[in-house]
């Protein structure tokens, strides 16, 4: 049974990013067609994706990145390997907000899946601190994109 809930290492063992490029510390809520994680690292002076002795706002489409390779994990389920899925383009993005690293609290990422067909997936998707969103937009995913390109053709 696939849990409700998850911490940190059980999003890092469904993802591809580990150590500290594993930036989501918790799922706190998924369906089907959702889901929301929480982050806290974010303020870190260490950030993997610190530049300029900052984290601009635009990073935070990284985070909803791996939130939709969580939920991708989660839907597969427990006895299923998750189809590896390649960011392909992100579109109507709007920053709401210049910089991440100087918002003390947790942020919200959450990711909602408009569409999908066998190979591809439509989410939407928002990074928040508390009632304030920071970043929104849509990016598509493509699963199982080194397979694509092998098939012949009928």
Same mark, same amino acid.
């Given at each position: 049974?696939?849990?409700?809930? &998850?911490?940190?290492?059980? $999003?890092?063992?469904? $993802?591809?990013?580990?150590?500290?490029?594993?930036?989501?510390?918790?799922?706190?809520?998924?369906?089907?067609?959702? $889901?929301?994680?929480?982050?806290?690292?974010?303020?870190?002076?260490?950030?993997?994706?610190?530049?300029?002795?900052?984290?601009?706002?635009?990073?935070?489409?990284?985070?909803?990145?791996?939130?939709?390779?969580?939920?991708?994990?989660?839907?597969?389920?427990?006895?299923?390997?998750?189809?590896?899925?390649?960011?392909?383009?992100?579109?109507? !993005?709007?920053?709401?907000?210049?910089?991440?690293?100087?918002?003390?609290?947790? &942020?919200?990422?959450?990711?909602?899946? !408009?569409?999908?067909?066998?190979?591809?997936?439509?989410?939407?998707?928002?990074?928040?601190?508390?009632?304030?969103?920071?970043?929104?937009?849509?990016?598509? !995913?493509?699963?199982?994109?080194?397979?694509?390109?092998?098939?012949?053709?009928?």
């Amino acid at each position: 049974m696939i849990p409700a809930v &998850l911490n940190h290492d059980g $999003i890092a063992a469904r $993802i591809p990013h580990q150590g500290t490029m594993c930036l989501l510390d918790a799922v706190t809520e998924w369906s089907a067609d959702h $889901i929301v994680c929480r982050a806290v690292g974010h303020t870190d002076p260490a950030h993997p994706l610190r530049a300029a002795g900052r984290l601009g706002a635009a990073n935070g489409i990284e985070y909803a990145a791996q939130a939709m390779a969580v939920h991708g994990a989660l839907v597969a389920g427990a006895h299923a390997a998750p189809r590896q899925g390649y960011l392909t383009s992100v579109r109507s !993005v709007t920053l709401h907000a210049e910089r991440l690293d100087d918002l003390q609290g947790p &942020l919200s990422v959450r990711a909602e899946r !408009v569409s999908s067909d066998v190979n591809n997936v439509l989410y939407r998707f928002s990074l928040h601190h508390g009632e304030r969103c920071l970043v929104e937009g849509r990016a598509a !995913v493509v699963l199982d994109a080194d397979q694509l390109a092998t098939r012949t053709p009928p």
